[in-house]
Nanobody, 115 residues
């Protein structure tokens, strides 16, 4: 199992940027697919982006071209660069680590996009 800690959330105006980070307590390579989920007010948790151990990355259609995910296996971290933020990006963002035998979640970090 991996203990995950997110950081980097906050309040930003529409059009602004934030960078989220997720630090794992143990090695994430080659065991884990790492993902970012978000839960917006009144909505179910949804997958925002993921990166496999092999480096394949994909995004929710609503964030393609604006969000960019990366992983640093040497430091056991993943990041989510969020650009051109919109009000609908508001929510709690969770880091997720999934292996063949476990799924782990961080505690979440709040992102609020508002003028």
């Amino acid at each position: 199992q991996a203990q995950l800690v997110e950081s980097g959330g906050g309040l930003v105006q529409p059009g602004g940027s934030l960078r989220l980070s997720c630090s794992a307590s143990s090695s994430i390579y080659p065991y884990y697919t790492m993902s970012w989920y978000r839960q917006s007010p009144g909505k179910e948790r949804e997958l925002v982006a993921f990166v496999t151990a092999g480096g394949t990355i994909d995004y929710h259609s609503s964030v393609k071209g604006r969000f960019f995910m990366s992983r640093n296996d040497a430091q056991n971290t993943v990041a989510l660069q969020m650009n051109n933020l919109r009000s609908e990006d508001t929510g709690i963002y969770y880091c997720n680590a999934k292996s063949a035998s476990s799924t782990d979640w961080g505690q979440g970090t709040q992102v609020t996009v508002s003028s």
